[in-house]
């Protein structure tokens, strides 16, 4: 399992987070989602899921990606 840390824009409420969650959540391979909503960063942690498919949940919860995945 691996551990990935993204930066996340427009998220200001609890609400964000669910849906940022909720959407990451759908990601084959994703077992873990951990949101830190003051600092925009998002730790991801799986197997086998691909930045592009955490850009495109990111987008679809209606955020912004703002930085690549690093990995821990």
Do not use: F, K, P
């Given at each position: 399992?691996?551990?990935?840390?993204?930066?996340?824009?427009?998220?200001?409420?609890?609400?964000?987070v669910?849906?940022?969650t909720?959407?990451?959540?759908?990601?084959?391979?994703?077992?873990?989602?951990?949101?830190?909503?003051?600092?925009?960063?998002?730790?991801?942690?799986?197997?086998?899921?691909?930045?592009?498919?955490?850009?495109?949940?990111?987008?679809?919860?209606?955020?912004?990606?703002?930085?690549?995945?690093?990995?821990?």
């Amino acid at each position: 399992m691996s551990e990935r840390t993204y930066v996340v824009t427009g998220m200001t409420c609890e609400h964000c987070v669910n849906a940022v969650t909720e959407e990451l959540g759908r990601v084959d391979g994703v077992q873990a989602v951990d949101v830190d909503l003051e600092s925009g960063r998002v730790r991801v942690a799986g197997t086998d899921y691909s930045d592009a498919q955490i850009a495109e949940a990111i987008d679809e919860a209606g955020y912004e990606l703002a930085g690549a995945g690093t990995e821990r």
